[in-house]
């Protein structure tokens, strides 16, 4: 069974702190991604890895990075961490192609206080 | 762009019964992957259902069964003898089969099991 780990379950952080999540996965996918989940608003994506130290922007990437130096390791960056960023942080992973369903971590809730 | 659009923000169903979850999309593509997922409360987001969309028949696991309307780009799902632990906030998902990027969420409905 795929696993993706989230280092985090909830986090709580100050104003302007550099904030790292972290994400795990161990079945070699090539894909992962980093979401926001906020009520209503359902999952927007926040950056897309397709390989190692390759990235793209998703639909709401202003103020965050993201670091992927390892295939089975995608770490999102809060540059300057702002209350606004308080939220669900969801982590996914997915294998090139086909029919196969995103894998979650668990989440982080994070609180920018 | 594609879009996925799930309606009904918060349902509830009684214990035992049947209840219907419905998601419309939107889509050019010919081709792409319908899911279903489930995010119980504090809980990780699993898949419940998927559909290929080249597939007329409708995908059934257990007491879950999709009604896939390709035409209508309608992907409703179908929760039998509804239990207390599917409670939980249920996500459509469109994939595409061009791009690995492109997976659309719906926002999402809340369905509460009333014993």
């Known amino acids: 069974d795929v696993k993706v780990t989230q280092s985090s379950r909830y986090l709580v952080k100050r104003t302007g702190e550099k904030v790292f999540l972290e994400c795990v996965q161990d079945?070699?996918?090539?894909?992962m991604f980093w979401y926001r989940q906020d009520p209503g608003l359902g999952l927007r994506l926040i950056y897309f890895?397709?390989?190692?130290?390759?990235?793209e922007k998703g639909d709401i990437p202003e103020g965050y990075s993201v670091s992927r130096e390892k295939k089975e390791r995608f770490s999102l960056i809060l540059e300057s961490a702002s209350t606004n960023q308080t939220s669900m942080y969801l982590c996914?992973?997915?294998?090139?192609?086909?029919?196969?369903?995103?894998?979650f971590g668990d989440g982080t809730r994070l609180s920018i206080l | 762009a594609q879009t996925v659009t799930q309606s009904q923000p918060e349902m509830s169903v009684q214990e035992a019964e049947t209840v219907t979850l419905s998601c419309t999309y939107d889509?050019?593509?010919?081709?792409?992957?319908l899911f279903w997922y489930k995010q119980p409360p504090s809980r990780q987001m699993i898949l419940v259902i998927r559909?290929?969309?080249?597939?007329?028949q409708n995908a059934t696991e257990n007491r879950f069964s999709v009604n896939f309307q390709k035409a209508a780009k309608s992907f409703s799902l179908k929760i039998s003898d509804s239990q207390l632990g599917d409670a939980a906030m249920y996500f459509c998902?469109?994939?595409?089969?061009?791009?690995?990027?492109?997976?659309?969420f719906g926002k999402g409905t809340r369905l509460h099991i009333l014993p």
């Open positions: 996914a992973s997915i294998i090139t192609g086909g029919n196969q369903p995103q894998h």
């Open positions: 079945m070699d996918h090539e894909n």
């Open positions: 890895s397709y390989d190692v130290k390759m990235k």
């Open positions: 889509t050019s593509e010919s081709d792409y992957y």
């Open positions: 559909q290929e969309a080249y597939k007329q």
């Open positions: 998902a469109y994939r595409s089969y061009y791009r690995d990027d492109k997976i659309i």
